[in-house]
């Protein structure tokens, strides 16, 4: 399984993208897709979260903010981050739980990262 991202870029601040996360492989279910992103020197955080249909979780400070959507016929998130702002320049990374067939468990992958970056 791959989790390919595109989308990151350079913006001002005030200004929007929007992120997409591709899966790819040997896939039966997905049940968990997410969004985190990163900054040097500091842990990964998560920024959004979908489980199963429609069930969403926000960072705070990202909260009226981005959105997260999924569509299912082709196994791909997508994040909309509006009104962006200078600390939300980071890496950008997918995360998914993919299980292969209905006999074996979700196990969770990475995407390789996308740069956001936003200007003052």
């Known amino acids: 399984v791959q989790l390919v991202e595109s989308g990151g870029g350079l913006v001002q601040a005030g200004g929007s993208l929007k992120l997409s996360c591709a899966a790819s492989?040997?896939?039966?279910?997905?049940?968990?897709m997410a969004w985190y992103r990163q900054v040097p020197g500091r842990q990964r955080e998560l920024v959004a979260s979908?489980?199963?249909?429609?069930?969403?979780n926000y960072a705070e400070h990202v909260k009226g903010r981005f959105t997260i959507s999924r569509d299912y016929a082709k196994n791909t998130v997508y994040l909309q981050m509006n009104s962006l702002k200078p600390e939300d320049t980071a890496v950008y990374y997918c995360?998914?739980?993919?299980?292969?067939?209905?006999?074996?468990?979700?196990?969770?992958?990475w995407g390789q990262g996308t740069q956001v970056t936003v200007s003052s």
């Open positions: 979908q489980h199963g249909v429609g069930r969403t």
């Open positions: 995360n998914a739980d993919v299980a292969e067939s209905l006999w074996t468990r979700a196990a969770n992958h």
């Open positions: 492989g040997t896939i039966f279910s997905i049940a968990f």
